[in-house]
């Protein structure tokens, strides 16, 4: 299974968040939603989850 990757960086916000996170989708999904509410002031909401799923990108491993 391919990890997925989520960053805060690619999101503009007031803060200039730098928060990268990695792991399984369904694990990035829940973390970042997480953050999203938590640190961004975002309500909880299957749009925002919608939001953070269509974001996602495949982890680059080095070669």
Known sequence: MTRKVADCRRT???????LTISGEEEEVVRAA????????GHPDSLELRAEIRAGLEDERTPV
């Open 12 to 18: 503009p916000s007031v803060t200039n968040c730098t």
């Open 33 to 40: 939603a997480e953050h999203a509410v938590s640190v961004h």
